[in-house]
């Protein structure tokens, strides 16, 4: 069966520091990959979008950035982060093709707080 | 531009009644799927129903169906017969052609003993 591991749980990071998520899925190949960021109390927004190994989307202008090194691993990435990079962060996996009802699976979420 | 409208950020339903979440879409592909998720206060996401553009029935799981009026472009998700457990945050996403999935701001569901 598949499954996806993200870590970790929580993170309390300073302004200014890096950050490293990663996100790995086991049991499927070449899934299209995720990364969401969801503010307290608000809805997903999709940060990332990888359908292979090197191909990253980048949906929303920020100082955050991702890759994708093998077929299911997924890394979201900041060289400084920014207090508003606060929240919570949850990568998912899906097969390709709209044709599927295939949903996203999602991950447990890191909480990032940014202080 | 693809979007998700959930136009009622908070909800308080009587337990063991029915409930409606509202959800409206908008995109010019014509095929697309509508996908309904539930947030429970822990953060895990846990899909609850199915609908594809071509399906030509409401989808149903359980005490879950969507009413699906694709003239409207909406996909509203009913509860039967709701639980204290319902309660959660709800989600719409729908998934377009390019495979980019998008999500609502959520309905915040508070089932009432």
């Known amino acids: 069966s598949q499954t996806i591991h993200q870590w970790p749980a929580t993170l309390v990071q300073p302004v200014g520091s890096p950050l490293s998520l990663e996100c790995t899925v086991e049991?499927?190949?070449?899934?299209?990959l995720y990364w969401y960021r969801q503010a307290a109390g608000r809805g997903l927004q999709l940060l990332f979008y990888?359908?292979?190994?090197?191909?990253i989307s980048s949906e929303v202008p920020q100082n955050l950035s991702a890759s994708r090194p093998q077929d299911r691993q997924f890394i979201l990435s900041s060289k400084k982060l920014l207090l508003s990079d606060s929240g919570f962060y949850l990568c998912?996996?899906?097969?390709?093709?709209?044709?599927?009802?295939?949903?996203?699976?999602f991950g447990n979420g890191t909480r990032l707080t940014v202080t | 531009a693809q979007k998700i409208t959930q136009t009622q950020p908070g909800m308080f339903v009587q337990e063991k009644e029915a409930v409606t979440l509202d959800c409206t879409y908008d995109?010019?592909?014509?095929?697309?799927?509508l996908f309904w998720y539930k947030q429970p206060s822990s953060g895990e996401m846990i899909f609850l129903i199915y609908?594809?553009?071509?399906?030509?029935q409401n989808a149903t799981e359980g005490r879950y169906s969507l009413n699906f009026q694709k003239a409207r472009k909406s996909a509203n998700l009913v509860i039967s017969a709701s639980q204290l457990g319902d309660s959660a945050m709800y989600f719409c996403?729908?998934?377009?052609?390019?495979?980019?999935?998008?999500f609502g701001k959520g309905t915040r569901l508070h089932i009432l003993p």
């Open positions: 998912a996996w899906s097969v390709i093709g709209v044709g599927s009802n295939s949903p996203l699976h």
């Open positions: 049991g499927t190949s070449n899934p299209n």
């Open positions: 990888s359908v292979g190994i090197g191909q």
């Open positions: 995109t010019s592909d014509q095929s697309y799927g």
């Open positions: 609908q594809g553009s071509y399906d030509e």
């Open positions: 996403a729908m998934r377009p052609l390019d495979d980019k999935i998008i």
